[in-house]
């Protein structure tokens, strides 16, 4: 039931077409698909799988498969509530074209690399994080005080700096010699496939990274901080949005 990653190839392809390998308790399983699953912080993909009659199955969230062997990369489509008749003509093997909601993962996207800047404006490790259509939760270890005007400032010098986005791989070696490259103290990136996938932002920030994102910062736009407050003794939370 392997599934191929084509968002990790290239995180701006909308649709593709796939074939369905599995339909169990956790949902729809394809051969390959443009959904990102739930993980690293970033909310998992919604959008549609189209028969070739255009009979359509929404799917309300993607999700990391649970099977024995399963990758990083194995993903299982969750369907929206109240589609029985539609899942019951479902069957292993049938063709479809799966689409996701582009304007939800754009978003995800422009927040997702807005977070990259936030750790090369607060040179703090991360501990902890959340990637939604609506904002970007930040929660760095630190006792130090955190001015909203200087982090806006800086996002605004590096967003409009329009620094190209990357990404690159290393062996599962060299990420265990490079251990300065993981920023996030929750989330470790995933060492046994072989190979590690780096987000290198031109000048700016290089550190392991599965999700989905930009080409260009330009394309983040805007961004005010929302809520910034102190979440422990140790740890400062940092809220983004859209202006």
């Not at 599965?210 to 407050?229: D, F, P, Q």
Request: hydrophobic share 35%; glycine share 8%.
């Amino acid at each position: 039931m392997s599934t191929r990653a084509l968002f990790r190839e290239d995180a701006y392809l909308t649709r593709c077409e796939a074939t369905v390998t599995a339909i169990d308790e956790q949902g729809i399983h394809l051969d390959q698909t443009v959904f990102y699953p739930l993980g690293g912080g970033q909310a998992g993909d919604a959008g549609a799988l189209t028969f070739a009659d255009g009979t359509r199955i929404d799917i309300a969230d993607t999700r990391k498969a649970k099977f024995e062997g399963a990758t990083p990369d194995d993903a299982v489509h969750v369907p929206s509530p109240g589609q029985e008749d539609a899942l019951a003509r479902l069957k292993t093997g049938e063709r479809v074209t799966a689409e996701i909601d582009w304007e939800r993962r754009y978003r995800h996207m422009r927040l997702h690399t807005a977070s990259h800047l936030m750790c090369a404006v607060l040179p703090y490790p991360v501990d902890g994080c959340s990637i939604t259509t609506d904002y970007a939760r930040l929660d760095f270890a630190t006792v130090e005080p955190i001015e909203r005007e200087f982090v806006e400032a800086r996002l605004a010098e590096l967003v409009g700096g329009s620094h190209a986005v990357e990404t690159e791989w290393i062996t599962d070696d060299e990420m265990a010699e490079r251990p300065e490259l993981v920023r996030t103290m929750s989330v470790k990136p995933p060492i046994g496939l072989g190979r590690v996938r780096l987000l290198r932002i031109e000048s700016v920030d290089l550190q392991p990274c599965g999700g989905t994102h930009v080409r260009n910062t330009g394309e983040i736009g805007r961004l005010r901080v929302a809520k910034l407050e102190k979440k422990s003794a140790r740890t400062r939370r940092l809220v983004l949005e859209f202006v």
